[in-house]
């Protein structure tokens, strides 16, 4: 089955490799990391974009920075929190491609497309009681509120009580965004929290007082 793959930025790719090497037990909790250059070199990029996959770890609290001494891994556990809300995040949007896939070909795939619907709900069954990071999602058309606003100057948490993970543009998929990232027409929001979350963030965006 062919499609568009996801463009995960090269930062977040080593982010989510030195969480795996942290979990895997190859750097252990309170060891320093390598300076940013020598981690550019090994994974064969620029030290800018070394310092970026850091500091989404930093912002994760798997990782600290001490003021004049460098990167030290803070905390194995919250790596392995980190990777499996990871995974569940790609292969819940894999399963929603090939949906995607199917509903084009209509008839002819019928079959396939309601197998996929199966696997998609016995797959959130199954994750909503083994990864209590599941993310909630909600999509941005030009009639939500907010449009190019940033996540800091929101107060996201503050007003509904989301945190939000992930920001999904077309094929593009940035996870952990910082303050500064802006919402977009088009944008799918992907964030976690209690119960009622949802419905705050619904209302955040869509105010039901623009529907009536």
Not at 16 to 25: C, G, N, P, W, Y
Not at 38 to 51: G, K
Not at 78 to 103: G, N, R, T
Not at 169 to 191: C, I, M, N, Q
């Amino acid at each position: 089955m062919t499609g568009k793959k996801l463009t995960v930025p090269r930062y977040q790719q080593i982010a989510v490799e030195l969480a795996q090497r942290i979990v895997d037990k190859r750097y252990h909790e309170g060891e320093k990391l390598h300076a940013r250059s020598t981690l550019a070199s090994n994974f064969n990029v620029s030290p800018e974009t070394a310092r970026k996959a850091i500091n989404v770890l930093v912002d994760l609290g798997i990782m600290e920075v001490r003021h004049g001494s460098g990167a030290y891994v803070a905390s194995r556990e919250k790596a392995q929190a980190f990777l499996a809300q990871y995974h569940d995040v790609s292969s819940i949007q894999e399963i929603k491609q090939d949906i995607l896939q199917s509903v084009e070909r209509q008839q002819q795939e019928l079959e396939n497309f309601s197998a996929l619907l199966d696997t998609l709900v016995n797959h959130t069954k199954r994750t909503k009681q083994t990864a209590p990071f599941l993310p909630y999602e909600i999509k941005l058309d030009k009639n939500a509120r907010h449009l190019n606003e940033s996540i800091g100057e929101l107060n996201i948490w503050q007003e509904t009580g989301a945190t939000v993970v992930a920001l999904q543009h077309d094929d593009r998929l940035l996870l952990s965004p910082g303050p500064y990232a802006k919402f977009e027409v088009g944008e799918t929001v992907f964030f976690v929290g209690e119960e009622l979350v949802f419905q705050r963030m619904e209302h955040f965006f869509y105010p039901r007082s623009d529907k009536d």
